[in-house]
């Protein structure tokens, strides 16, 4: 069972950046072996993936976040960021970190981002 705490989360205006963390632990198997992303859910609408980072480091964003969101990873510390910059009031969303290796899924509990205009 993979435990995955979220960290980062708050309020800013727009504009402004935020660095969330997520922090893997209780794997019997290599973190890096894992694709770790990051999804988001606003109210009243579905889940969706906002980026995603390979065990190799490859990279994917939703097209709303390409330029302004950096995903990354650092294995040694079993953890995932995603930086956040220029954000904009539609990226307010719990954001939720992911780790997914074959058929395995799972998921921490959230982080409440608000960006204010």
Do not use: H
């Not at 694709?35 to 859910?41: D, F, K, T």
């Not at 969706?48 to 990354?72: C, P, Q």
């Not at 953890?79 to 998921?107: H, I």
């Amino acid at each position: 069972q993979v435990r995955l705490v979220e960290s980062g989360g708050g309020l800013v205006q727009a504009g402004g950046s935020l660095r969330l963390s997520c922090a893997a632990s209780g794997s019997r198997s290599d973190f890096s072996i894992y694709l770790m992303g990051w999804y988001r859910q606003a109210p009243g609408k579905q889940r969706e993936l906002v980026a995603n980072i390979t065990s190799g480091g490859s990279t994917n964003y939703a097209d709303s976040v390409k330029g302004r969101f950096t995903i990354s990873r650092d294995n040694a510390k079993n953890t995932v960021y995603l930086q956040m910059n220029s954000l904009k009031p539609e990226d307010t969303a719990v954001y939720y970190c992911n780790a997914r290796f074959s058929a395995l899924g799972y998921w921490g509990q959230g982080t409440q981002v608000t960006v204010s205009s």
